[in-house]
């Protein structure tokens, strides 16, 4: 029986200002309907759909279990039945079903790949004790444009992972021309090896990282506008400074609106409250003394100043585990140009959030119909038009109702 403080705890939790803020938010249904497309395409455990930015509208689609594959922006093809293997990286990446946070979990393309040929993966691989999560460089094959080469890999990262959870994994360049990399708290539950309010450390992070350039020692540069690249932080003996913002437990995704730059990114919770933040430079979003919009475990704390809190939350009744999405910025579906549409892989559900960024209120959460869908990512073709995949390999696409 649970006693009367944790009953007033919870009853109070139901009352909070936020949460009646939020319900009186609009929720219709989006005039927006999610298809199955390339359906008889066979890839294993789809986990990112980008493209390159060359302008040859192609689409590359990762495979969680280590290899990349490219296809025509063709999505309504039923004759397409494999892509071309772009590169093959499976033997040096760890994947195990019942450690399904590792594998190839990111993947970006160079904002001048159309004329250096350079692209980045991030991917977990193992060690001796523990696994490791590494960000590499690749280039394309100087003769064949639908074909990388493996063995141009250049490490410029390797970060040791306590645990096989929480590895973040999304790799995004922003209009800076800067490359962001998201890390979750090294995994286990609770914050247990104590990284998300730990500058120390890159888990539990996003970083910033210049790929064009070499500072001493390292195969990138740090920005000199870091928000700690001076490394003075009092509280810490070292800092490490490719952070850019953390407090993070584990963002799955992150992704820049390409119309106004802003960082979005979803961040799966622990015991109650998934959330979406904004995130900017230097920010501290508050894991694991804050979860959502509440205090978190024996050391929680109410709101500070200086804790970021999420724009949006909701509850485990609501959903489990947040896929963060992006930024709707195609053409095909007027009503949702400048949504933020995200899902929820336990649930299957998703949605559609406007933001107001004068007033920094969510104004509306507009609910997308649909099948329950175990969504593992988004991603946009070079228009902007929205895909999703799910863990049973699924491909689908948002299209106007």
Not at 20 to 28: K, M, P, Y
Not at 155 to 167: C, G, I, K, S, Y
Not at 308 to 318: A, F, K, L, N
Request: glycine share 10%.
């Amino acid at each position: 029986m649970k006693s009367i403080s944790t009953l007033l705890l919870l009853f109070t939790l139901c009352l909070t200002p936020s949460l009646v803020a939020e319900e009186q938010v609009d929720t219709s249904p989006a005039p927006v309907k999610i298809v199955k497309v390339f359906p008889y395409l066979k890839i294993d455990r789809p986990i990112v759909i980008t493209h390159a930015g060359d302008d040859s509208n192609r689409l590359f689609i990762a495979a969680q279990k280590g290899k990349i594959f490219v296809v025509p922006n063709t999505p309504e093809d039923e004759d397409l039945e494999e892509g071309k293997l772009f590169l093959d990286i499976s033997e040096r990446v760890s994947y195990h079903d019942k450690k399904n946070e590792e594998g190839l979990l990111g993947l970006a393309f160079h904002p001048n790949y159309k004329t250096n040929g350079e692209f980045f993966v991030y991917y977990s691989t193992p060690g001796k004790s523990h696994n490791y999560s590494v960000i590499s460089r690749f280039k394309v094959s100087k003769d064949n444009p639908d074909k990388a080469a493996a063995d141009s890999e250049e490490v410029l990262m390797r970060v040791a992972q306590p645990a096989w959870n929480h590895n973040g994994g999304t790799i995004v360049f922003g209009p800076d021309g800067m490359l962001y990399i998201a890390f979750g708290d090294g995994g286990a539950g609770g914050d247990a090896f104590h990284n998300g309010q730990n500058l120390s450390s890159v888990l539990g992070s996003i970083c910033r990282i210049d790929v064009d350039h070499k500072s001493e020692g390292l195969n990138y540069a740090i920005p000199k506008d870091n928000p700690f690249e001076d490394g003075k932080k009092a509280t810490f003996p070292t800092i490490r400074k490719e952070i850019w913002a953390y407090g993070l437990r584990n963002p799955w995704r992150i992704a820049f609106d390409t119309k106004t730059g802003v960082l979005w990114a979803g961040d799966v919770g622990q015991g109650v409250w998934e959330e979406i933040d904004l995130i900017v430079k230097g920010g501290n979003y508050g894991w694991s003394v804050r979860e959502g919009k509440h205090p978190f475990g024996l050391n929680g704390v109410e709101p500070r100043k200086h804790l970021i809190e999420p724009i949006w939350e909701y509850d485990h009744e609501v959903g489990k585990s947040i896929t963060g999405g992006s930024v709707y910025r195609g053409k095909a579906i007027p009503a949702i140009v400048g949504s933020y549409i995200y899902g929820d892989y336990v649930s299957g559900k998703f949605w559609a959030l406007s933001y107001d960024a004068k007033s920094k209120k969510v104004t509306a959460n507009h609910v997308i119909e649909s099948p329950s869908i175990p969504v593992m990512t988004f991603g946009t073709d070079q228009n902007g038009e929205m895909f999703l995949t799910s863990s049973f390999s699924e491909i689908f696409m948002l299209k106007a109702k």
